[in-house]
C-alpha cells in the first residue's frame, strides 16, 4: 500500500486506532519506568520494584497516580501562564509524532481493510523531525518561565544540545531518503524488502542512534538534568501532574525515537532472519510483535547506557556533536550520493561499496574521537605545568579562603597573616 492509499479510513476506525495508539503508548511507556527499574537495580546488585502488582509491575501506575493526586506548588515569580503552558508542549507532540510510524502491514479490523499506520505522506520523517523540534520549547520555556537560575541554565543547555544534535540527526536521514527514493515511513519499509539499512547505510544508523541519545536529554547525555550541577534542570521549580508530564514526554520521545530507527535502519516491522524464512512472517499481526521486540531492544540500550556510562562533560559533549558527528555525517552524505547514482547501472555492488565506505567510516569516527580525547588530556596537562610553573597563591587574598585550583601552589602559613583573637572575659 502506497502513501496515496491513506485517508479513505471511516471515522470510527480512525478514532479507534487514535485510541488504541495512545494506551499502546502509555502501556509502553509504564512498562519501560518499570524496566529501567529494574535493569538497573540488576545492574548495580539491587532487587528493585517488587512490592506492587506482580514483580512490581503496577509500580509506575501507582507512582503516576501518586504524583497526579500530589498538592502542587507553584513559586511566586513564575510566568503563569508559559509555566502551565510548558508541560503540555513536551507531552503533546511526543504523542504526535507516532501517527506517522508504521507498526504493521493491511490486516483487518471488524471487517475492514487497513493499515496497521495512522496516517502517511510523502514527508512524514520530517514531520516526525518537526515534531521533535517542537517538544524542545517545553523544556526551554519551562526553564524561563520558572524564574529560578538553575532551571534557566538547564533550559539554555538544552536549547543548545537541540541545535547541535537535531542537525546530525536531520543529516544521517539524508542517505535513507536517496536510496529508499522517498521520505515516506511506509515507503522506506517498503524499500527494505531485501536487505535492511542497518547494513547498506551503517554510518547513518551510528549516527542516528548517537544523536537520538543526545536529543532525548538521557544518560550519558542528559545535561539538561544534571543533578549533580543543576538540582534538577529545567523541571526543579515543577511538582504534582506537570512534573510527570515532563518524565512521560520523556519516555516517549525514547520510543519516538526508537520506532524511527527501527523503521529507517532495521526494516520497521518486517521480520529477522531467520524468522523471515517463514512465508506467514510478515502478514497479519504477527509484524506488529516483531516491531516492538525491536523497539524494546532500543530501550534496552537506552536503559544500559544510563546503568553504565557518566555523564559528559558540557564542553566535551558540545564539541562531539559539532565537530565529529555533523562533519562525518556530511562526508558520509557525499560518499552515499556518489554510491546511489555512479556505481553500476544494476545496482548490483552497492552492497559491497557501501558496506566497505560504512565500515571505514566508521573506524574514522571512533578514532577522531580517540584523538580528540588526547588532545584534550594534552591540553590539561599543559595547563596544568603552566600552573605549576606560577607564583604561590595566597588562599586568603579575597577575605575568604579559598581552595586551590588543579596545579597551583599555596603560600606557606607562616606567609598568611595571622587572625587576630580579642580576650575573652571570664
Known sequence: MNVAGFGSDPFWLILLKVVALFALLVVIVL??????????????????????GPFGLLQSLMDGFKLALKEEIIPRKVELGVYVLAPILSAVPAFMAFAVIPFGPEVSIFGQTTMLQLTDFPVSVLYVLAIASIGIYGIVLAGWSSGSTYPLLGGLRSTA???SYE????????????????????????????????????????IYTTSMVGETNRAPFDLPEAEGELVGGFHT???????AMFFLAEYINMVTVSALATTLFLGGWRAPWPISIWS??????????????????????????????????????????????????LAWIVVASVARYAIGPDGSAYLQVMVAFGFSLVLLIISSYFAQVHRDRRAEAHEAAEAASA?????????????????????????????EQEPHNA
Open 167 to 206: 542537525i546530525a540527526m536531520g543529516l544521517s536521514f539524508v542517505a535513507v531518503f536517496l536510496f529508499a527514493g522517498s521520505a515516506s515511513t511506509s515507503e522506506i519499509v517498503n524499500a527494505q524488502t531485501k536487505l535492511w539499512y542497518v547494513l547498506l547505510l551503517l554510518p547513518s544508523f551510528v
Open 31 to 52: 512498562l519501560t519506568i518499570w524496566g529501567e527499574r529494574r535493569v538497573v537495580a540488576r545492574m548495580q546488585s539491587r532487587v528493585g520494584p517488587n512490592r506492587v
Open 161 to 163: 544540545q537541540m541545535i
Open 237 to 243: 521549580e515543577y511538582s504534582s501532574l506537570k512534573f
Open 280 to 329: 506467514g512472517a510478515n502478514e497479519g499481526w504477527w509484524p506488529m510483535l516483531w516491531f516492538l521486540m525491536k523497539v524494546v531492544s532500543f530501550i534496552f540500550v537506552f536503559i544500559w547506557l544510563r546503568g553504565t556510562l557518566p555523564r559528559l562533560r558540557y564542553d566535551q559533549f558540545m564539541r562531539f556533536g559539532w565537530k565529529v558527528l555533523i562533519p562525518t555525517a
Open 391 to 419: 607564583e604561590p597563591v595566597d588562599p586568603f587574598a579575597g577575605g575568604h579562603p579559598v581552595p586551590p585550583m588543579p596545579g597551583q601552589e599555596l603560600l606557606e602559613p607562616s606567609n598568611v597573616p595571622a587572625v
